[in-house]
């Protein structure tokens, strides 16, 4: 029994390759149509996926634990007002001395500045911060040292330089010891730090450090009563587990030293949050373009059926014959289903290969991330089968049903 079963198989499968390759070119454009969704498909999956990893390992890159706090857009055009200061370096020192959750607090002030090395001028961003922003941001050094207290209590003029800047400035050499010019104010080179990489378009290496003191009094020349302004502060929690807590403390402490704003005002944002919000868009626009590609499938799958009715039609006397030769409605139907299947399997497991080898080409020569995974590529080829049956069932039963007498005439 299960001999006769293998043997009944085989020749179903042989009739099934014949019957397709009488019709080349037909089989082909089916499969070219089923070949094109599915690797549609399989490529928005791998590039989202990839996205997700990428930014995923960029946000790791900015530091663990960090929580990110700053004034809205709105509290910032009211700075100017006396009523309404904006974040102070005060404020850091507080959150530094008050909340328990934070290990370490780097408050920050950035500002686009020329930066002059003795024989080019550029323009870069300047950060002015503390020595915690080396830890906070979880950047590495490469050579020298980073900002120490001194650096700020003194305004002293030492910069560090970003691995790009770095480069651009001083090309192999060594810039440590090296004199550069900020505003036409001269700073040491203290320091240089690892390459980081960049995130939502943000080089973090194309960028120098020096004391927020010193940025604030020398550079801008921002001399305000109350004391020295900054644009936000990055703090780090002492572990993911105090993430929430440091979060909650930082905004009562806030809105007690900034008595005049309103809650909403003051952002404070966990680093993970702002990671789950990223993901959340990512997986959405995902879905959006997959379900877009999987239309090409469906129509690819219509073709498919288009060439199954055909075929039934062209085959109709083949049909009747083998009635009258005793197959069975079974036999018929099974025959057409697995031409069906095939097609969709040949034509989706064309598709994937490319899809693949395209992938690894894109993602070598250009900014494209593609992460793809063995669960995706199985899941798209049993979608493939899964249209093949689908779509196949009409014109397989179409065919199953055929009256043999009519069928051997040429008129079912």
């Known amino acids: 029994m299960v ?5 009944a198989l085989t020749e179903t499968l042989q ?33 989202g996926q990839g996205t997700k990893e990428s930014t995923l390992a960029q946000f790791k890159a900015l530091g663990p634990n960090v929580i990110f706090v700053s004034l809205s857009s709105a509290r910032v055009r009211r700075t100017l007002s006396q009523s309404a200061k904006p974040l102070l370096l005060e404020d850091a020192e507080a959150i530094a001395n008050q909340v328990s959750a934070v290990k370490a607090v780097a408050p920050e002030f950035s500002a686009e500045q020329l930066v002059n090395n003795g024989r080019e001028n550029f323009n870069i961003n300047i950060v002015g911060t503390s020595p915690d922003y080396l830890g906070v941001r979880n950047y590495r050094l490469a050579a020298g040292r980073f900002l120490n207290p001194v650096d700020l209590q003194r305004t002293n003029r030492v910069v560090i330089l ?23 104010l001269g700073f040491v080179v203290v320091g240089v730090l690892e390459p980081k990489g960049t995130l939502f378009g943000t080089d973090y290496d194309d960028l120098a450090i020096i004391p927020i003191s010193t940025l604030m009094r020398q550079v801008i020349g921002w001399n305000v009563p109350y004391g020295i ?17 440091a979060a ?43 379900a877009i590609a999987s239309i090409s499938l469906l129509v690819g ?10 075929s039934v039609t062209e085959r109709t006397q083949e049909i009747g014959l083998r009635k009258a030769l005793g197959a069975k409605q079974g036999d018929i139907l099974g025959q057409f289903l697995l031409e069906a299947v095939i097609l969709t399997s040949l034509g989706g497991g064309g598709g994937i290969v490319i899809t693949v080898v395209g992938l690894e080409i894109t993602t070598s020569l250009t900014w494209v991330v593609a992460s793809i995974s063995l669960p995706s590529i199985a899941l798209a ?12 069932v009409f014109p397989a039963q179409r065919a199953a049903q055929l009256d043999p007498i009519q069928a051997l005439r040429g008129t079912g």
């Open 381 to 392: 080829l049993g979608v493939s089968c899964s249209i093949g049956l689908f779509f196949g």
């Open 248 to 290: 909650f403390q930082v905004k009562n402490l806030l809105q007690l030293r900034h008595p005049e704003a309103s809650p909403n005002d003051i952002q404070v944002e966990p680093q993970n949050s702002l990671l789950e919000t990223t993901n959340a868009a990512d997986e959405g626009l995902t879905q959006m373009l997959t």
């Open 15 to 47: 009739m099934a390759l014949v019957a397709l390759r009488g019709n080349r070119l037909r089989s082909l454009l089916a499969m070219l149509g089923i070949a094109i969704g599915n690797g549609a498909v399989v490529a928005l999956m791998a590039i």
């Open 162 to 184: 970003g691995a790009k800047v770095a480069e651009r400035l001083f090309g192999q050499d060594n810039p440590v010891g090296q004199i550069i010019r900020i505003r036409n």
């Open 3 to 7: 001999l006769e079963t293998r043997l």
């Open 229 to 245: 302004p900054i644009k936000s502060v990055s703090l780090l929690a002492k572990d993911e587990s105090y993430l929430s807590t």
């Open 301 to 310: 799958g219509i073709g498919v059926m288009n060439v199954m009715l055909v």
